[in-house]
């Protein structure tokens, strides 16, 4: 009797440790969607180059293709941390300025990110989840410009970087122990402008 209550015991035991094993461990993957760029309006480009003296009408581009590479740790059912490499696209401008001379500006903004997050998990069942994220993100932006008027071409560029919030929510099904695939919104906080990232993805578990 005492051997049969050990053995009981011991399943047990090994049952509850391989049920905690599957809500555990190191996952990778990638996602690929698109972007939106906010506060990137063609009156919102016009509203700031009138601060500086210059009447301009322009058309903007606020959409392109983004995908992330990333990696975690799910430390238990409900929690993990993850980190990513997010390229986040590129944003562009076509202005013709009208004063103080004639001309044109077309600009380009390319923006990429690196994220740390915390994802709080809610599992519905043995293979689907809703998530929601919330983390910081290090985010740099190379802003090139070319210009003509009068004849006269000049090109002109800088770099930009920060770091703000990055958060969003997402739904991830998983097909087998090591297949998931998810789909997901973020928003990137970059200084005085967000870009929202909705993607598609996979993930391989450890």
Same mark, same amino acid.
């Given at each position: 009797m005492n051997k049969q209550i050990l053995f009981l015991a011991l399943s047990a035991a090994l049952a509850a440790t391989s049920a905690q094993a599957a809500d555990t461990g190191f996952y990778v993957g990638g996602s690929f969607g698109?972007?939106?760029?906010?506060d990137f309006s063609g009156a919102d480009l016009d509203a700031?180059?009138?601060?500086? =003296?210059? !009447? /301009?009408?322009?058309?903007?581009?606020?959409?392109d293709t983004g995908w992330k590479v990333f990696a975690g740790y799910q430390f238990m059912k409900f929690f993990a941390v993850e980190g990513a490499y997010t390229n986040l696209g590129e944003a562009t401008a076509h202005s013709i300025i009208t004063a103080p001379v004639a001309g044109t500006v077309d600009t380009t903004?390319?923006?990429?990110a690196w994220t740390v997050s915390a994802l709080g998990i809610l599992p519905l069942g043995d293979s689907f989840s809703l998530f929601a994220r919330l983390g910081v993100n290090f985010w740099n932006?190379?802003?090139?410009?070319?210009?003509?008027?009068? =004849?006269? !071409? /000049?090109?002109?560029s800088e770099d930009d970087d920060g770091t703000d919030m990055v958060y969003g929510v997402g739904a991830a099904y998983r097909f087998t122990k090591n297949l998931s695939v998810r789909g997901e919104w973020e928003r990137y906080a970059?200084?005085?402008?967000?870009?929202?990232?909705?993607?598609?993805?996979?993930?391989?578990?450890?």
């Open positions: 698109q972007v939106n760029v906010s700031e180059l009138a601060a500086q =003296g210059i !009447t /301009a009408s322009s058309s903007t581009d606020d959409t903004v390319e923006t990429e932006a190379d802003i090139s410009a070319v210009g003509t008027g009068g =004849g006269v !071409t /000049a090109a002109v970059l200084d005085d402008a967000d870009v929202d990232l909705w993607s598609a993805g996979v993930s391989w578990n450890f």
